[in-house]
T-cell receptor, first 111, second 115 residues
Framework: GQSLEQPSEVTAVEGAIVQINCTYQTSGFYGLSWYQQHDGGAPTFLSYNALDGLEETGRFSSFLSRSDSYGYLLLQELQMKDSASYFCAVREPTGRRALTFGSGTRLQVQP | DADVTQTPRNRITKTGKRIMLECSQTKGHDRMYWYRQDPGLGLRLIYYSFDVKDINKGEISDGYSVSRQAQAKFSLSLESAIPNQTALYFC??????????????FGDGTRLSIL
């Protein structure tokens, strides 16, 4: 089976930087994804790491260390609109490659 | 128009009733998924389909069934609804392109309450 662990809640102030961690246990590994979900909304794709290192997309960056089974999402220059839940997800090791999601981290950005 | 459309958006029904949630997509994707979301538990996979004749059970398929009527349509049924199936249900799609990552695109969800 697969399992992912993320903190349940994180609070930060506008303009700051916040890091949301994700550790995973899988029988195989085909990449770590991040999704954002605002209250009452649909999850939307943010980023994907298949190899070790940092991927940057604007204010958001995602990091992966396969040897440590660990990744994180880094949000810079926080804005109020970044208040949302953030989910990490890994792809199943079988040929089907469906996603398994973590339970999510609720980020609250304060003024 | 939304790329992934779920109907209904909200539904309240009684224990024992049969319910169908529908999902249609205009993205031309082969892969479609049904997830359930409960507070504090994230998204859990119920069923998924990689083409019209392909149906696969996910993590929590008991009590649910699905039908892939066409490439663009994937419906989820609760044959005899029970209160602990009260949840937010999402349909998602993704493309098929070798082993490269194909992000999942989600519908707006169906909020289902079973009394």
């Amino acid at each position: 089976g697969q399992s992912l662990e993320q903190p349940s809640e994180v609070t930060a102030v506008e303009g700051a930087i916040v890091q949301i961690n994700c550790t995973y246990q899988t029988s195989g590994f085909y990449g770590l994804s991040w999704y954002q979900q605002h209250d009452g909304g649909a999850p939307t794709f943010l980023s994907y790491n298949a190899l070790d290192g940092l991927e940057e997309t604007g204010r958001f960056s995602s990091f992966l260390s396969r040897s440590d089974s660990y990744g994180y999402l880094l949000l810079q220059e926080l804005q109020m609109k970044d208040s949302a839940s953030y989910f990490c997800a890994v792809r199943e090791p079988t040929g089907r490659r469906a996603l398994t999601f973590g339970s999510g981290t609720r980020l609250q950005v304060q003024p | 128009d939304a790329d992934v459309t779920q109907t209904p958006r909200n539904r309240i029904t009684k224990t024992g009733k049969r319910i169908m949630l529908e999902c249609s997509q205009t993205k031309g994707h082969d892969r479609m998924y049904w997830y359930r979301q409960d507070p504090g538990l994230g998204l859990r996979l119920i069923y998924y389909s990689f083409d019209v004749k392909d149906i696969n059970k996910g993590e929590i398929s008991d009590g649910y069934s699905v039908s892939r009527q066409a490439q663009a349509k994937f419906s989820l049924s609760l044959e005899s609804a029970i209160p602990n199936q009260t949840a937010l249900y999402f349909c998602a799609t993704s493309g098929l392109r070798g082993d490269s990552n194909q992000p999942q695109h989600f519908g707006d969800g169906t909020r289902l309450s079973i009394l």
